[in-house]
């Protein structure tokens, strides 16, 4: 089955400085990959997702790349502000696969100092 | 329009002791998951129903049972509830089955077993 490995699991970063949180996937035929954010105490919320067809998406400061060839790809956060401290999760399945599909990286830890 | 609701939000058990978590989504959505989240572990799915009238075992089904009562509503029992059952479990819900259709996440149960 599928493995997806998150990295790193805390990034402190300052405020307006830029976050990067990357994650692998082990199953070729993956082509969906998308990210959760969860704010503490809240629940896990979808923020921005890629298929295999293209290789980047931006949705005002957030941008996910994927490279097919070496099975990985990231989340980037620019101009980071304190409401984007929660716990990131990438996720990886096929879009043709059961409805069990969505395998889960461990999570990020993003933490924004002032 | 509440999307995915969950009852009860917190919950205290002796080991041993029995209990059913709610889950009901109004979204009119096919597919329906019960996922436990622990520390460092991300999200792990427990049991999943693609469809009314079907239920089947995720990643870590030892120790419950699901029901899909009908397209609304799908519960997860813990018939003999261990410690190692203390977590934070979410029940999610999809459009329609395939590993590319988002999840909605209900807020979670904090079962704590002792």
């Known amino acids: 089955g599928e493995n997806v490995e998150q990295h790193p699991s805390t990034l402190s970063v300052q405020e307006g400085d830029s976050a990067v949180i990357k994650c692998t996937y082990s199953?070729?035929?993956?082509?969906?990959f998308p990210w959760y954010k969860q704010e503490l105490g809240k629940r896990p919320q979808l923020i921005i997702d890629?298929?295999?067809?293209?290789g980047e998406k931006k949705d005002q400061r957030i941008a996910v790349t994927l490279n097919k060839t070496a099975k990985h790809f990231s989340l980037h956060i620019t101009e980071t502000q304190p409401e984007d401290s929660a716990v990131y999760f990438c996720?990886?399945?096929?879009?043709?696969?059961?409805?069990?599909?969505?395998?889960f990286g461990k999570g990020t830890h993003l933490i924004i100092q002032p | 329009n509440a999307g995915v609701t969950q009852t009860p939000k917190f919950q205290v058990l002796k080991t041993g002791q029995s209990m059913t978590l709610q889950c009901a989504q109004d979204?009119?959505?096919?597919?329906m998951y019960w996922y436990r989240q622990d520390p460092g572990m991300g999200l792990r799915l427990i049991y999943y129903?693609?469809?009314?009238?079907?239920?089947d075992k995720g990643e870590v089904p030892n120790g419950y049972n699901v029901s899909r009562l009908n397209k609304r509503e799908f519960s997860l029992r813990l018939e003999s509830a261990a410690p190692s059952q203390t977590s934070v479990y979410f029940c999610?819900?999809?459009?329609?089955?395939?590993?590319?259709?988002?999840?909605?996440f209900g807020n979670g149960t904090r079962l704590t077993v002792t």
């Open positions: 999610a819900s999809s459009g329609y089955r395939g590993g590319d259709s988002p999840l909605h």
């Open positions: 199953d070729s035929a993956s082509n969906y």
């Open positions: 890629i298929r295999s067809n293209v």
């Open positions: 996720a990886a399945s096929q879009s043709g696969g059961g409805a069990d599909g969505l395998t």
């Open positions: 979204m009119n959505h096919n597919s």
């Open positions: 129903s693609a469809s009314e009238g079907t239920t």
